[in-house]
Nanobody, 126 residues
Framework: QVQLVESGGGLVQAGGSLRLSCAASGRTFSRSAMGWFRQAPGKERDFVAAISSISGIPAYADSVKGRFTISRDNARNTVYLQMDSLKPEDTAVYYC???????????????????WGQGTQVTVSS
């Protein structure tokens, strides 16, 4: 079993930055591929970014490429999402997810993830 706890969300003006953190416990973190997803009001949950377990290869949705950076610190069992140049359309609840399987590539689909955090709200004002 894996427990995921997100933090770092909040209210920020357009053009600003936030860093989300996701602390994991209960499993060998370094062997878990990790991902971030988001869900805006009235919309489906969408892929944002992911990072593979062994090689640390990142992947991003086109809408955040060049603005968001995913990283992981295996010593701290934590994955981060640095969000820069935020836009009002980035407003959503952001969820951290963990894949129970070792992945050499970053998983892009929600169905590949086995564990989810409770989410953290990010609101970007115009």
């Amino acid at each position: 079993q894996v427990q995921l706890v997100e933090s770092g969300g909040g209210l920020v003006q357009a053009g600003g930055s936030l860093r989300l953190s996701c602390a994991a416990s209960g499993r060998t973190f370094s062997r878990s591929a990790m991902g971030w997803f988001r869900q805006a009001p009235g919309k489906e949950r969408d892929f944002v970014a992911a990072i593979s377990s062994i090689s640390g290869i990142p992947a991003y949705a086109d809408s955040v490429k060049g603005r968001f950076t995913i990283s992981r610190d295996n010593a701290r069992n934590t994955v981060y999402l640095q969000m820069d140049s935020l836009k009002p359309e980035d407003t959503a609840v952001y969820y951290c997810a963990a894949d129970a399987h070792v992945q050499w590539r970053p998983p892009l689909s929600q169905i590949e993830y086995d564990y989810w955090g409770q989410g953290t709200q990010v609101t970007v004002s115009s």
